[in-house]
Structure formats: structure tokens, C-alpha cells
């Protein structure tokens, strides 16, 4: 609080040596005035912090320049066994394209803010036949309908099968050869939370996207919880699935590099010991090599904002 | 150089007007020319709200501060603000490669009268049915609609040129699997499904230095996509 509050002289107090004096030597200080004295421009202007909100940004072209679906195209395989595969997003060429943060990287200390932002044009492909892989033995998510000619039973699947991106960074060294899941993010875990199965918690994907594969449809009428024709998997077509990731550090750190990786198929899974977690979890009885992602081109965005 | 009272005053001495205007005008010039910067206090004060009002757009919802700009609109509120693409728009029913080609989405855009160089951070998200369609393309049997973000680097007539780059873009497929060649759509037995439903997501981040546009822009090759929801938001820092 500024020294300078002192109160005006009122009608019928005494004025002495010291009020007079006090009043002018208010000023006679050094390191004392502020807002609540003087307002001026040329007092301003030395005390504007000049230095932007923004301490970096970047944008990067993922995968190729391609926008209608026509080769190159870039494709991102199944998982058919553990451990499972993680592949980075690349081009068609097969050099991976990330957000390169420069020789120096991003420098951040306590209470900077990472902001990134990514899209991409996927496709599932599945070239297997028939394409029905939530048909092969042990497939999780399977339920049956009956069929409403007294037919056979269908076997159709809950259509919770997905792949997963996820964002990994470089906070070691400009080598961009120690990729790690971003904070609040974990790289797929063998026999997860002391299960059998490999994947993630779900309260550890804070950089991820699913991205739903097919669906499966039936034409016919259903009668009574029965249908009556043999149901038929639809791929979803090309879409963008999108990500946004943030991050405020507490500590001193650097960020060389970020980039997004893409895995599956998985399933989330309940595991019924231990805390009881929710999972997402590989079914490798999906993993074909004839069944992938298939990708063109997208666009990562980041930008670090300091904290005031 | 700090302020110095020029006459100081002791009791039981006659007070002169003269002493006591001295002091202020001392104090006067003092402060219009006289104060060093040893004399300020050492620790930042100022706050942009000191400097200068923000200018606040009404319509565009964009208001101007000290440090940026900032601003949202969204489909719904006041107004109901449902948008749409077509490829009766966008000029071809297949595949396009010419940015030319591409046409505003209506009410998406921010204009913004930049002082200084910034980096502008422009969010959007829409929710879009697309299609039933079955029309003529030359790239297989789906058809897409694609939106990104444009820019334009000044608002001067004749000067707006948009800037698209294709290969951010994003696509939503048409609903197809309900539709029927020369037998159109067949109702329950033949349902349509999520496949028309299109959800799209984008940030667009660059920097400018002075009036320019920032909005969405499609290419389609659908006849007819509406697009149900849609919200926009703009950041922009000085540098």
C-alpha cells in the first residue's frame, strides 16, 4: 500500500509545523509513489511487462498432403500378439512427422502452460474376409439375437472395438529418441493393473482419442429382440478424429518434441480385482494384417503461454 | 530526482502564502517533469485495465483489450443460427483440388483489427447431418464433406484473398448405407445410422500483424449437409 494516503485537512482542526510538513514530505520519498498517487503514461509505460502471453507456437503437417483419400496413403497395423505395436504417424515414406521443437526446445518452468491440438483423416480398413472380425473365437464385446425366422442365432459384437492415438513427447534431449506418453498419459502397460491382458487405465488417457472402427447393421425388421436378416459390418467412412492435450508444469522442464502415435484394436475391459479399475485393453483376436487404420494428412498445433 | 519541499515550516512562526504555494509548485513541476525512475516503486503496477478499456463488438461478440482479442459464437442464444453445406455450393460433385473452390461457411467468421504482430489461436467445432446422397462422383461411392479454417490478410475490398491449406482440412462421410440405388430411401427397414453424422473438431494457429478475417470454410460433395451445431472461438496475443 502506498505511504501517500494521508487525510485532508478539515474545517477546524489545527494546523501545525507537522501536518504542513508531513504533507509536503509525503513526496520527498523515494520508492513510494504507485497507482494510488499518480497516473501517467510515462510511469506506465517502464512497468508494462513487453513480453507476450505466448512464449512459443508451432504447427506441423501430420501424415501427407492429401486430402481426397487417394494414395499416398499411410497405414497403422492391428496388433496380433503382445507386446503391441505403437506406431508413430508418419508419412507415406515412412518418416514419422511431429511438432519439432528446435535445437533448444521448449523451455518451461513452474506454471507454464503446453497446449496441443492435432486432427488427422482416418479410415478402418478391413480387408479380411469376411470382414467381421468381432466373429473370431474369444472376440470380446460378443452378445447373440436370435434370428426371427427361427433361424440361426447372430452373433453381433457391443461395437466398443476401437484404436487409439495418443500424444508422446521428448523431454530429454534434441535427439528425439526418448519418447515417452505426455503427463497425465500412460504408453501401454503388459498385463495391466496385474491382469493378463496389456493396455491402458482409463484414468490415464489424458492425451488420448478412440477412434470407432465399424459398426454393424441389420436391414431387416426386428421383431420381438429378433431380427431377420444375417447382420452386415459397415465401415465408418473417412472422418477426423481430433485431440486437445494441457499441461501446466510444476517444475522446470524442456519439450523437444511432440508427436502422436496410434495403436489397437482395444476393448475397454473391468477389472473385477485389485481397486476395480476400468480399462482399455487389447483384443489381439482383432489383430489381422489385413485390418488397419488407413490415414492421409491432418495438422498438429501447439502453443506455450506463460502463466502471467 | 526525489521531491524536496523548498521551505519547511516551524510552529510559532508566521505562515505566508508564499511558503506554502513554493511547496506546491514546487510539488507541481515535481511531478509533470521531476520524477526519476529511483523514485517509482520498484515492483510492476500497472495492469492492463490501467491502460486502456477493452472495445467490446456486440454482434461478433470479439472484444479488443490491451494484449488481444477474444471472442466466441456458437449456433444458438439470441439468434438460431443453423448453417448448412452443399456441393451445389462448392461447384463439383467429386473431388476438388483448387482452393478456389471452397465457400464460406455463413456467420463463421471474425474479423479483427490487429495493432501488432500476434499469434491468433481460432478453435471451432460443428455437429452436421450429411446427406442422404447418391449423386454423381468420380471418387468411389462415398462423398465427403471437408471443412477447415481460412484466413484472409486484410479487410480491404478487393484484397481478401482466403487462405486455405487442403491438407488441414477435415471430412465427414455421408450416410450411404441406408440409401438404395433407384429405390430411395426405404424407410425402417433400411435405416439410416450414425454414418451421416458428422462431428469435426479444429484449432487453427498462426500469427498476423494486421486486419484479417478468420472463419470456416467447406468443400462438399454432398448435395446437402446441415450443420446443427456449431461454435467458433477466437485468442489472439500480441507478440
Given at each position: 500500500m502506498s505511504r501517500i494516503v494521508r487525510a485532508p485537512v478539515d474545517a477546524g482542526e489545527v494546523i501545525d509545523d507537522s501536518v504542513l510538513n508531513a504533507t509536503y514530505n509525503d513526496y520527498a520519498q523515494t520508492g513510494a509513489i504507485d497507482e494510488n498517487n499518480v497516473r501517467d503514461q510515462a510511469f506506465d509505460l517502464p512497468h508494462l511487462n513487453n513480453v507476450s502471453i505466448v512464449k512459443f507456437s508451432a504447427v506441423a503437417l501430420l501424415g501427407d498432403a492429401n486430402m481426397l483419400h487417394t494414395a499416398p496413403l499411410v497405414q497403422y497395423p492391428s496388433s496380433t500378439a503382445s507386446p503391441p505395436i505403437v506406431t508413430s504417424v508418419s508419412n507415406a515414406a515412412g518418416t514419422p512427422t511431429f511438432l519439432n521443437f528446435g535445437p533448444g526446445g521448449w523451455p518451461m518452468v513452474g506454471g507454464d502452460v503446453l497446449r496441443v491440438w492435432w486432427n488427422l483423416g482416418v479410415v478402418s480398413f478391413i480387408g479380411m474376409a469376411p470382414p467381421t472380425p468381432y466373429l473370431n473365437p474369444g472376440a470380446m464385446g460378443q452378445y447373440t439375437l436370435e434370428d426371427r425366422a427361427a433361424g440361426p442365432s447372430h452373433i453381433v459384437t457391443d461395437g466398443f472395438h476401437c484404436w487409439l492415438a495418443y500424444l508422446q513427447w521428448d523431454i530429454t534431449s534434441n535427439a528425439l529418441t526418448n519418447w515417452v506418453a505426455v503427463s497425465g498419459q500412460m504408453d501401454p502397460e503388459l498385463g495391466v493393473k496385474g491382469t493378463a491382458k496389456d493396455g491402458f487405465e482409463l484414468e490415464r488417457l489424458a492425451a488420448g482419442t478412440v477412434v470407432s472402427p465399424y459398426q454393424v447393421t441389420s436391414d431387416g425388421n426386428a421383431r420381438n429382440g429378433k431380427v431377420s436378416t444375417t447382420l452386415s459390418t459397415q465401415a465408418h467412412g473417412w472422418y477426423a478424429p481430433y485431440g486437445m492435450y494441457c499441461f501446466t508444469t510444476n517444475i522446470a522442464l524442456t519439450v523437444f518434441g511432440v508427436r502422436l502415435v496410434i495403436t489397437g484394436l482395444l476393448h475397454p475391459f473391468f477389472n473385477p480385482a485389485g481397486n476395480q479399475e476400468n480399462l482399455l485393453v487389447y483384443d489381439y483376436t482383432q489383430g489381422d494384417a489385413l485390418y488397419f487404420l488407413l490415414a492421409r494428412g491432418g495438422r498438429m498445433s501447439a502453443v506455450q503461454m506463460r502463466r502471467s | 530526482m526525489a521531491y524536496s519541499a523548498p521551505n519547511v515550516f516551524a510552529n510559532n512562526t508566521p505562515l505566508s502564502a508564499t511558503a506554502v504555494k513554493g511547496n506546491d509548485d514546487a510539488l507541481r513541476i515535481y511531478l509533470h517533469e521531476g520524477v526519476a525512475g529511483a523514485d517509482l516503486l520498484s515492483a510492476a503496477w500497472v495492469q492492463t485495465r490501467h491502460i486502456q478499456q477493452p472495445v467490446i463488438?456486440?454482434?461478433?461478440?470479439?472484444?479488443?483489450?490491451?494484449?488481444?482479442?477474444?471472442?466466441?459464437?456458437?449456433?444458438?442464444?439470441?439468434?438460431?443460427?443453423?448453417?448448412?453445406?452443399?456441393?451445389?455450393?462448392?461447384?463439383?460433385?467429386?473431388?476438388?483440388?483448387?482452393?478456389?473452390?471452397?465457400?464460406?461457411?455463413?456467420?463463421?467468421?471474425?474479423?479483427?483489427?490487429?495493432?501488432?504482430?500476434?499469434?491468433?489461436?481460432?478453435?471451432?467445432?460443428?455437429?452436421?447431418?450429411?446427406?442422404?446422397?447418391?449423386?454423381?462422383?468420380?471418387?468411389?461411392?462415398?462423398?465427403?464433406?471437408?471443412?477447415?479454417?481460412?484466413?484472409?490478410?486484410?479487410l480491404l475490398a478487393g484484397t481478401g484473398v482466403k487462405s486455405i491449406i487442403q491438407p488441414y482440412s477435415q471430412e465427414v462421410v455421408q450416410s450411404y448405407n441406408g440409401w438404395q440405388a433407384n429405390n430411395p430411401p426405404g424407410g425402417p427397414a433400411t435405416p439410416y445410422s450414425i454414418l451421416g453424422w458428422g462431428n469435426m473438431s479444429g484449432v487453427k494457429v498462426f500469427t498476423g500483424t494486421d486486419k484479417l478475417a478468420v472463419g470456416l470454410v467447406h468443400l462438399s460433395t454432398i448435395d446437402r449437409s446441415a450443420i446443427v451445431n456449431w461454435g467458433i472461438s477466437l485468442e489472439v496475443y500480441y507478440l
Open positions: - | 463488438d456486440a454482434f461478433s461478440g470479439v472484444q479488443h483489450g490491451v494484449t488481444g482479442y477474444q471472442g466466441s459464437q456458437w449456433d444458438g442464444g439470441a439468434l438460431v443460427r443453423c448453417q448448412f453445406g452443399s456441393a451445389f455450393l462448392t461447384g463439383k460433385r467429386y473431388g476438388n483440388t483448387d482452393t478456389e473452390s471452397w465457400e464460406v461457411v455463413p456467420q463463421t467468421t471474425f474479423s479483427v483489427d490487429l495493432r501488432r504482430q500476434a499469434t491468433i489461436i481460432f478453435h471451432w467445432w460443428m455437429e452436421s447431418a450429411n446427406g442422404p446422397d447418391n449423386g454423381d462422383r468420380s471418387l468411389g461411392s462415398d462423398a465427403h464433406m471437408w471443412v477447415t479454417e481460412y484466413s484472409a490478410s486484410s
